[in-house]
């Protein structure tokens, strides 16, 4: 079966590229398996791909309309002027496409119309759903994914969806929270499935190489409430000054996070890290892991700590965090934008390690469930219920004997 993934940027670090390149390296070992990109700003993805998926770039420009081999400042395309108008399409709703040109609108429905018939065409935001629904053909199987939640769009985007997704072979979703709100929205005009993100299979890291540190990954946008999280660990400084808060991941904010934590005094204690290619070592190495987000979908990171036996302390956020953080039992839930809460969580985690064990220990229990190989039947069983319903059942055999027409 051919699979095409479409994504807004391959080439960035973002937990729902991660996501989609999991699927795409667990499927390519019995399908053909591509990625496009609409946009491009490095040589090389920067997440680690199967050889066997090809990655391909629809338009080789960045997002700010420039091609990526291009020096900043140095481009004057004139199709990048058309940006600085709305976008009247309704997937120019989608916040990252409200400055799409229309070459990149023709180029990806251009794709979209070349893929063979009985390809499962998979789109990964809004914005790309809402395009395959209107404009990509219907002898393909068009499946839309859902990496964030209903509840979070703006009503214009929310009445897109709306009109457009019963037109979609299916819609998948990541929670039992934003199934149900699907539910209402759309009622039975579409099909709905909660197919939850997979990881990869991964050790348990060992109890004895883990040190006084907490982790926390993400881009360092406001969705994933950082400033929040250097709020309530000041709290946490001030009972346990030898404990120490690592966060990876780049974006926007560095420099205003990077003043929180100097006004605050916590230079010492407090580390945005950046990228890194090694987050499960990061995680093997410290003693809980901390989720801050204001939103979500279903975080991959959560996922990929509880994974490695790491205790959780997060945000009861919509969504995501509820479906896999049973408060007490796998994890610590914390009501949402809650600093003292949050900090309350992380001091009862270091003051008892007997507690981190036991959470850690159900945390990875729970995460098996999660693992590529459970995900990956469930994405199997759809591909084939969805080409099942474009050939119909098999006809029966007609006994030996019957007269013609009977």
């Known amino acids: ?240 000054p030898d404990w120490q808060l690592n966060i990876f991941g780049e974006g926007r904010k560095r420099k205003k996070l990077t003043e929180m934590i100097e006004e605050r005094g916590l230079g010492d204690v407090v580390k945005l890290r950046g990228l890194t290619r090694t987050l499960d070592a990061e995680l093997a190495k410290a003693s809980i892991f901390v989720l801050s987000s204001r939103k979500e979908g279903l975080p991959m990171v959560l996922l990929e700590a509880m994974c490695t036996g790491l205790p959780v302390v997060a945000f009861d956020c919509p969504t995501g965090p509820a479906d896999v953080v049973d408060d007490g039992a796998n994890g610590l839930l914390i009501p949402a934008q809650d600093i003292p809460g949050l900090a309350a969580g992380m001091i009862r985690l270091i003051e008892n390690p007997a507690e981190r064990e036991t959470l850690g220990a159900a945390a990875r229990a729970t995460a098996v469930h999660y693992e590529s190989p459970v995900i990956l039947a469930r994405w199997e069983e759809l591909f084939a219920d969805l080409a099942g319903q474009r050939t119909g059942p098999a006809p029966s055999p007609v006994p030996a004997g019957t007269p013609a027409g009977s």
């Not at 946009?39 to 700010?64: I, K, Q």
């Not at 009503?155 to 979703?173: C, E, K, T």
Request: hydrophobic residues 40%.
């Open 1 to 240: 079966m051919n699979i095409r993934f479409l994504l807004h940027n391959a080439y960035g670090i973002g937990g729902t590229i991660r996501t989609v390149f999991n699927q795409a390296n667990a499927l390519c070992a019995t399908h053909d398996v591509e990625v496009a990109s609409v946009y491009r700003h490095r040589e090389d993805p920067a997440l680690p791909l199967d050889p066997r998926v090809r990655l391909v770039s629809l338009t080789d420009l960045r997002e700010e309309g420039s091609r990526w081999t291009d020096k900043p400042g140095t481009n004057s395309r004139w199709w990048r002027k058309t940006r600085a108008a709305r976008n009247p399409l309704p997937h120019g709703r989608d916040f990252r496409y409200h400055r799409w040109d229309p070459l990149v609108d023709l180029k990806l429905i251009r794709y979209m119309r070349a893929q063979q018939d009985g390809t499962v065409l998979i789109t990964t935001r809004p914005a790309l759903n809402l395009v395959s629904a209107w404009f990509a053909p219907r002898r393909l199987i068009r499946i839309g994914q859902d990496h964030m939640n209903f509840g979070s769009y703006k009503p214009r985007l929310q009445a897109a969806i709306r009109r457009a997704y019963p037109r979609l072979d299916a819609v998948s979703v990541l929670t039992h929270a934003d199934l149900a709100a699907y539910r209402d929205a759309l009622g039975d005009t579409a099909r709905l499935e909660r197919i939850p993100n997979g990881i990869p299979p991964r050790p348990v890291a060992p109890l004895d190489g883990r040190t006084r540190t907490l982790v926390a990954a993400g881009r360092l946008t406001p969705q994933k409430g950082f400033d929040l999280l250097i709020q309530a660990f000041e709290r946490v400084h001030e009972a346990h």
